[in-house]
């Protein structure tokens, strides 16, 4: 498949307006968003669940457009998690369904703006077509260089790291080996920089279960909005409240004067 640089269009008409608010370095690198509220968006209007969850989908296309244009190189949005299998049969396949829709909709286009598509989490316990679409998307972007693209769906971070600890047990590490370089190689998220910024919306402060070895120094927006309704000037307010931020990382930050 070929290559694909991500066109000046994909940056948008504004990148040089957002340019000027943000310098560089008060942009994050890669945001994580956990997606709440499709639900309650939906039962708030009187609707199924599943429409909340199909206004969702419909969302990730502008949403992640915005973060490319202020710079923003990777994107990591939480689908479906590892305790979601609880929810109703109904809703659960109905989210396997809405998943397959989008991957065959918005994949090519996506491949088109050169962006690589990853996912995070688990394929065995999907349908096997499911399986073979997500894994057919990973194939077809994975040469882009431009924006990346991670849908964490059948995730959870304490399943991630204890997948990554029995395949080292099964290479036959050695406990005085192991070290946290060693234990990251194992995680999904190889090769993608932990996160700077993880987002919440919907108004719950809590994790859940969400990039927990790469999270360790995110700093951390929620929001009251539910997902669907995570416009453009939401995004905006995110990165405002980033750019605020002074990370020590654990260390003591000294102002720069005399």
């Given at each position: 498949?070929?290559?694909?640089?991500?066109?000046?269009?994909?940056?948008?008409?504004?990148?040089?307006?957002?340019?000027?608010?943000?310098?560089?370095?008060?942009?994050?690198?890669?945001?994580?968003?956990?997606?709440?509220?499709?639900?309650?968006?939906?039962?708030?209007?009187?609707?199924?669940?599943?429409?909340?969850?199909?206004?969702?989908?419909?969302?990730?296309?502008?949403?992640?457009?915005?973060?490319?244009?202020?710079?923003?190189?990777?994107?990591?949005?939480?689908?479906?998690?590892?305790?979601?299998?609880?929810?109703?049969?109904?809703?659960?396949?109905?989210?396997?369904?809405?998943?397959?829709?989008?991957?065959?909709?918005?994949?090519?286009?996506?491949?088109?703006?050169?962006?690589?598509?990853?996912?995070?989490?688990?394929?065995?316990?999907?349908?096997?077509?499911?399986?073979?679409?997500?894994?057919?998307?990973?194939?077809?972007?994975?040469?882009?260089?431009?924006?990346?693209?991670?849908?964490?769906?059948?995730?959870?971070?304490?399943?991630?790291?204890?997948?990554?600890?029995?395949?080292?047990?099964?290479?036959?590490?050695?406990?005085?080996?192991?070290?946290?370089?060693?234990?990251?190689?194992?995680?999904?998220?190889?090769?993608?920089?932990?996160?700077?910024?993880?987002?919440?919306?919907?108004?719950e402060m809590r994790l859940s279960n969400f990039l927990l070895w790469q999270g360790a120094y995110a700093?951390?927006?929620?929001?009251?909005?539910?997902?669907?309704?995570?416009?453009?000037?939401?995004?905006?307010?995110?990165?405002?409240?980033?750019?605020?931020?002074?990370?020590?990382?654990?260390?003591?930050?000294?102002?720069?004067?005399?």
């Open positions: 498949m070929q290559r694909r640089r991500a066109p000046d269009a994909y940056a948008g008409a504004e990148a040089e307006r957002s340019q000027a608010r943000f310098a560089p370095e008060e942009v994050p690198t890669h945001v994580a968003i956990i997606m709440d509220g499709n639900g309650r968006w939906a039962e708030g209007r009187g609707l199924p669940r599943l429409a909340g969850h199909r206004a969702g989908t419909e969302n990730i296309r502008p949403v992640a457009r915005c973060f490319a244009e202020y710079g923003v190189k990777h994107l990591t949005l939480f689908a479906f998690s590892t305790e979601n299998w609880t929810r109703p049969e109904d809703e659960v396949t109905g989210l396997f369904d809405l998943l397959a829709d989008v991957i065959e909709i918005q994949t090519r286009e996506l491949h088109r703006e050169g962006v690589r598509l990853r996912h995070l989490g688990r394929l065995d316990r999907l349908p096997d077509s499911l399986q073979a679409s997500i894994e057919s998307s990973v194939a077809m972007t994975k040469d882009n260089d431009g924006f990346e693209l991670s849908i964490a769906f059948d995730y959870g971070g304490r399943d991630e790291i204890l997948q990554a600890v029995r395949r080292l047990l099964a290479a036959g590490v050695a406990p005085d080996d192991l070290d946290e370089a060693k234990l990251s190689q194992h995680l999904y998220t190889y090769g993608v920089p932990d996160p700077d910024l993880i987002v919440r919306t919907a108004g700093e951390h927006y929620v929001t009251n909005a539910c997902w669907p309704d995570f416009d453009r000037a939401e995004a905006i307010r995110a990165l405002e409240a980033y750019r605020g931020r002074r990370r020590s990382f654990g260390g003591v930050l000294r102002d720069n004067t005399d």
